[in-house]
């Protein structure tokens, strides 16, 4: 495509954005990529030149700058709608999320009280309420935000009940259990999802519960089809153990899963990587059961 195809379709593209917004009473824009935000940015401001007290349309490029990081070009649109309209919805929120993500964590905070104080049960501003309280060092009360906003929304995320966990962990003590019920949770909300079984075996063999790591492995062992890193991932808790001879058991049996594999899948790059691990844990338990 040449450059003046290109330039058509990227004027088209901006004139259905601004379309589209009127259509649907000013419609939040698509975000991609940021050529996209640009032509955005430019659709909505020729809206804005049209209509300059329409205060959403202020509300809607200050989202577009802050997706494009340009925090005083999206502080400034929100101050203008402010001016429009000192009630716009949700605007403490939206200059709270801008303060935020330009590192102003305590002043993000202050505004999201406010903005919890009017509306308890905002789950959005719950959530960036707790990014401000984890970077500000207060790794409790972000936890505590957390577990609200996860109550609250009708589809919580694997990341929403990660970082709690995390954060739970990272005070650890009686938090510990707190932080493996949060996955718990979260696995029993969302299904068995391998990156909060991983979190929680990880929590619980890193803190010594071994026989509690070894029974989610084991689990997740009779219902998956695939079962060489889930008998590596229990080797590995059994080294941890101290369990070297059933340590050594379970990788060899990773080996013989490998080894059963259809010669199209034993020869990928994740499977060999995967060889090497084994191979390795097995030199290590050698070693260890030597001394």
Known sequence: MNLSACESVRRGCATRIAALCVALGIATPVVCGHGELHEQIAAVSALIAEHPRQVRLYLKRGELHRLHKDWRAAAADFERAAEVDAGAADLSFRVA?????????????????????????????????????????QPLDAAADLGRAIQLLDHPRPEHYLERARLLRSVGGAHIGQAVQTLDDGIRTLGPIVTLELAAIEIETSTGRFDGALARIDKLLSASPRRERWLLRRGLVLEHARRFRAARGACVGAQDAIAALPARLRDTPAVRELRDQIRAALERLHTKETR
């Open 97 to 137: 999320r801008v303060k935020l993500d330009s590192g102003a964590a305590r002043d993000a905070k202050l505004l999201l009280d406010q903005c919890l104080t009017k509306n308890r049960v905002h789950s959005a501003a719950l959530l960036v309420r707790a990014d401000a309280l984890a970077r500000l060092g």
